[in-house]
């Protein structure tokens, strides 16, 4: 069974740093884009950066400059390093991965870790 593994997240206070990781495990052929999204109280869940197979990334305006998505292939896991955090950046963030498995292709998604950033 595919799994995506969430780790890090917790409380901190604005202007500090944080770093969020996404391993996938099970059986599976390969990972292909991978991505991290958000969900604020009474709000819809928002991307917030994507980064393709090749390493391609891209950014939510919020975030840009302060945010950085990576991907180890060889462990099949993406990091978000979230640096001079905002109250605003404060939601449950999900990782999210297109994974191929034999030949069907379909999104999985991890299960959500809350990120709190106190003013």
């Known amino acids: 069974q595919v799994q995506l593994v969430q780790s890090g997240g917790g409380l901190v206070q604005a202007g500090a740093s944080l770093r969020l990781s996404c391993a996938a495990s099970?059986?599976?052929?390969?990972?292909?884009?991978m991505a991290w999204y958000r969900q604020a109280p009474g709000k819809q869940r928002e991307l917030v950066a994507s980064i393709t197979g090749g390493g391609t990334t891209n950014y939510a305006d919020s975030v840009k400059g302060r945010f950085t998505i990576s991907r180890d292939n060889a462990k099949n896991t993406v990091y978000l390093q979230m640096d001079s955090l905002k109250p605003e950046d404060t939601a449950v963030y999900y990782c999210n991965a297109e994974i191929k498995v034999t030949i069907l292709r379909r999104e999985y998604w991890g299960q959500g870790t809350q990120v709190t950033v106190s003013s």
């Open positions: 099970g059986s599976f052929n390969s990972v292909n884009g």
